[in-house]
């Protein structure tokens, strides 16, 4: 199994800045994709940005230019630079590991962040 913790979700004003973290813990070697998902309310659950073990990023059309996704390995966590963020941004975000045993894939508890306009 793999263990996610997320932290670094709260409340902003539109135009902030935020950044989220998920430390993994576990079968961390059977990862070879980290992703993070956001939940607004009433929506279905997106995908946002996506970080795989050779570096390949992947993100959402919404968020390509204010968010970077990145890694570091050594703490076994995925960060999300969050920037100019927007009203539309409020969501739980939730970390993801796929692992190479797809489709066996891990969830974190979620986050909330929050951007007032």
């Known amino acids: 199994q793999v263990q996610l913790v997320e932290s670094g979700g709260g409340l902003v004003q539109a135009g902030g800045s935020l950044r989220l973290s998920c430390a993994a813990s576990?079968?961390?070697?059977?990862?070879?994709?980290m992703g993070w998902y956001r939940q607004a309310p009433g929506k279905q659950r997106e995908l946002v940005a996506s970080?795989?073990?050779?570096?390949?990023?992947n993100y959402a059309d919404s968020v390509t230019g204010r968010f970077t996704i990145s890694r570091e390995n050594a703490k076994n966590t995925v960060y999300l630079q969050m920037n100019s963020l927007k009203s539309e941004d409020t969501a739980v975000y939730y970390c993801?590991?796929?692992?190479?045993?797809?489709?066996?894939?891990?969830w974190g508890q979620g986050t909330q962040v929050t951007v007032s306009s």
């Open positions: 993801n590991a796929r692992l190479s045993s797809w489709p066996e894939n891990y």
């Open positions: 576990g079968r961390i070697f059977s990862i070879n994709r």
């Open positions: 970080i795989t073990n050779g570096g390949i990023t």
